[in-house]
């Protein structure tokens, strides 16, 4: 007998579209593959083959199932012989035939008999005089009567011996392997679901393999829902609450949500929503994360606002961390903080629930978020323990690429966080504003006058880049005016330049705008930087060219304050994160590279233009030698 745990890996083993294209011309259509259909004649696709879900489906006639399915019903082999020839093709041994796992699988048939029996005994107490407590419970949550139905609802009355006396035909013992029944020693076996409100759990398959059960009494101490123990049928980590119903559901919708118990799976439901599912007492297990990543690639959390349902969405964020995988990951919703899905839509609709659903947080986000928040951030030793928590993570992921970008995700935000740009100094300058706001201002009435002005032209006394870029600004005073708030953030990183750039935009504001004309030196214009360096300066340079060289060469200034404050950051970071910090040097590092070249670049035009013009007029640059030669 071949167990489902043999059978998932072989079918994980072969690529579905593979196999199906030996018979069937499949054309790519986004994550899926579409053919006409095979099995019916039509003249338009609607077969469509999806590997990471591995399933084929035909929307014209409902031809649905996997590789093996395929092989059983297209190619018309017997089961066995299907499974023999796809082991073949993925290097895997069929298991010999085992006696006992056949017997096994003749108990679990028999068992299966046993739980659908109880089912129907269960629905059918619901409608009694016994089930009275347990309708006027379900009026209360406001759940139709066609919910009711198809989630099989039904009632376990009080008696210890009931469900005995009412499947006698099955032995003592099949209903306490079945999960039905409690076995003491020294005593009597008893029913272990006793005046509760019953709900049948399933398999993929839809056949009722467990049971849960909520209390009806006010008056006890037993626990508020309680579930079937695990037995042959019953394996709580591989099984999803309603998962059959969900996985024919999320194909419609393109959607899986998973809740934290079974009420709000129903609550979802009678709200419109029947794509959800639910674990089944226990933090959501990998095998659920993958039976999960077969309906769809993102599933959506939405677990309760109170801090249990943030603990266990953490929980599920935790065991999904080593399986991610390329477009594999989850998304989580986070209810408002005392309100559970079925709260959330009694008080404010299924489009509130609706809303929150159509933008969930990712991954990422959440876990961010969660350990930013985990404890306070008051001192450098938090915020280390705050980075070492979120490589901890980091360090659990273990598809390489997706853990570097992880990583470097994760350590920007730190940065950001760890790390604020400083506030600089107050200057006994205002903040610029447009002329007409802070009345006439004119370069005499700065402090020294035309030396500002004359300062400007001489390059500032700075450095190369920053008295090309004002001595441009003196030429075109229009681009100051442009550029104004930019050259203010600069003038408040670079507090040297403040003064200077308050003179040159008070002197801007002057200018007659028409003209553009540049701003004049009354006192004489000194030595202007190197022109041959910034083509901008230049005074054969056409006009249009130059101011926009001028408006790339302001970006660079106002970017290197920046760039230094931010290599200064890394550098400090080197003592507790020396792998972060070098990382983001050498990010750093090229910038300021790239920076340098697109310098010289402005340099090298402004030398092919004095090039240009001295071969255009060398009377005037070079004049001739007059001394004759023998």
């Not at 439901?269 to 077969?294: D, H, K, M, S």
């Not at 992880?406 to 790390?419: G, I, N, P």
């Not at 926009?548 to 950051?569: F, G, H, M, S, T």
Request: aromatic content about 6%; overall charge neutral.
């Amino acid at each position: 007998m071949l167990s489902p745990q043999w059978l998932d890996e072989l079918r994980a083993r072969v690529t579905l579209s593979g196999v199906i294209q030996r018979t069937v011309k499949l054309q790519r259509a986004g994550h899926e593959w579409k053919a006409c259909c095979p099995f019916h004649n039509e003249k338009s696709p609607s077969f469509t083959v999806n590997d990471q879900k591995g399933f084929y489906h035909c929307f014209g006639c409902g031809a649905h199932g996997d590789v093996i399915r395929w092989m059983t019903d297209q190619q018309g082999l017997a089961f066995m012989d299907a499974v023999k020839e796809l082991a073949a093709q993925a290097g895997m041994e069929v298991p010999a035939p085992d006696p006992r796992a056949a017997q096994r699988a003749e108990q679990r048939t028999t068992l299966i008999d046993v739980t659908d029996a109880a089912q129907r005994w269960f629905a059918g107490n619901l409608a009694s005089t016994g089930g009275a407590a347990a309708r006027a419970y379900l009026a209360t949550r406001g759940f139709s009567e066609g919910v009711v139905r198809e989630f099989g609802f039904g009632f376990a009355p009080g008696e210890r011996q009931a469900l005995k006396g009412a499947l006698s035909q099955f032995p003592e013992e099949l209903l306490i392997e079945a999960g039905m029944r409690i076995t003491v020693e020294g005593k009597e076996p008893y029913d272990r679901f006793r005046d509760r409100l019953m709900l049948p759990i399933h398999d993929a398959r839809g056949r009722v393999i467990a049971f849960g059960g909520r209390i009806l009494s006010k008056d006890t101490d037993a626990p508020k829902y309680l579930n079937s123990p695990e037995t042959p049928l019953f394996d709580k980590g591989r099984t999803l609450y309603n998962l059959h119903r969900a996985g024919p559901a999320s194909r419609k919708s393109g959607r899986i949500v998973v809740v934290e118990g079974y009420m709000d799976v129903i609550a979802l439901a009678n709200a419109g929503f029947p794509e959800a599912v639910a674990p089944l007492g226990t933090a959501l297990t990998e095998q659920q994360i993958e039976l999960l990543w077969r309906l769809v690639e993102v599933p959506v959390l939405c677990f309760d606002g109170d801090a249990a349902g943030q603990r266990a969405a953490m929980r599920a964020i935790t065991r999904t961390l080593p399986l991610l995988r390329p477009a594999h990951s989850l998304a989580i919703v986070r209810l408002p903080a005392g309100l559970d899905p079925d709260d959330l839509i009694r008080q404010q609709g299924p489009g509130a629930m609706a809303a929150l659903l159509s933008q969930p947080a990712s991954l990422l986000d959440t876990l961010w978020d969660h350990e930013r928040e985990a404890q306070p951030l008051r001192s450098p030793e938090d915020k280390a323990g705050l980075k070492q928590r979120l490589m901890d993570h980091v360090e659990t992921i273990q598809h390489p690429d997706i853990r570097a970008l992880y990583k470097r995700e994760l350590m920007d935000r730190f940065s950001a966080f760890a790390f604020p740009p400083r506030a600089f100094p107050a200057r006994e300058r205002s903040e610029w504003k447009p002329r007409g706001e802070r009345g006439p201002l004119r370069p005499e009435a700065s402090p020294d006058g035309g030396a500002t002005m004359r300062r400007i032209m001489q390059g500032n006394g700075q450095d190369a880049l920053a008295g090309a870029v004002l001595a441009g600004l003196a030429r075109y005073p229009d681009v100051a005016l442009a550029h104004a708030d930019t050259l203010a953030r600069f003038a408040e990183a670079e507090p040297r330049h403040a003064s200077t750039i308050d003179a040159l935009l008070d002197a801007a504001e002057g200018v007659d705008s028409a003209s553009q004309l540049p701003i004049s030196n009354e006192q004489g214009p000194g030595a202007p930087p190197d022109s041959t360096r910034f083509v901008f300066l230049k005074d054969t340079t056409d006009p249009a060219t130059a101011r926009v060289i001028l408006a790339e060469a302001i970006a660079l200034l106002v970017e290197r304050p920046a760039l230094e404050a931010a290599l200064k950051a890394a550098t400090a970071r080197f003592a507790t994160d020396p792998e972060g910090a070098f990382a983001e040097q050498q990010r750093l590092a090229e910038r300021k590279l790239e920076i340098q070249r697109r310098l010289g670049q402005m340099a090298s035009r402004g030398a092919a233009l004095a090039a240009h013009d001295d071969s255009a007029h060398p009377a005037a640059d070079n004049p001739p030698d007059d001394r004759k030669t023998d």
